[in-house]
Nanobody, 123 residues
Framework: QVQLVESGGGLVQAGGSLRLSCAASGRTFSSYAAGWFRQAPGKEREFVAAISWSGSSTYYASSVKGRFTISRDNAQNTAYLRMNSLKPEDTAVYYC????????????????WGQGTQVTVSS
């Protein structure tokens, strides 16, 4: 397993931007696909974005496509989620995840998780 720690969350006004970071340690981060999920109060955890081992391929939830960008720097063992044009409905705890299978949107396919970082978007 790889250990993950998220940072970069906070309070932002609608239309603003944030960049989340996910620092990995333990096993070789470049051996894992990375993903971001989010969970709002009273709702299930939902997929946001994922990136392949090398960073050459990405995919997004339709709700964030065009506004969010996932990236990674394997030399720094870090993944990122750049969030632009934030909306109040983006408010949630955001989780970084890593898994050995690329292409999934299901939390169960990601074996390593961070503790989460809160993102709050005010209207």
């Amino acid at each position: 397993q790889v250990q993950l720690v998220e940072s970069g969350g906070g309070l932002v006004q609608a239309g603003g931007s944030l960049r989340l970071s996910c620092a990995a340690s333990g096993r070789t981060f470049s051996s894992y696909a990375a993903g971001w999920f989010r969970q709002a109060p009273g709702k299930e955890r939902e997929f946001v974005a994922a990136i392949s081992w090398s960073g050459s391929s990405t995919y997004y939830a339709s709700s964030v496509k065009g506004r969010f960008t996932i990236s990674r720097d394997n030399a720094q063992n870090t993944a990122y989620l750049r969030m632009n044009s934030l909306k109040p409905e983006d408010t949630a705890v955001y989780y970084c995840a890593a898994g050995t299978t690329y292409g999934s949107r299901w939390p169960a396919d990601f074996g390593s998780w961070g503790q989460g970082t809160q993102v709050t978007v005010s209207s």
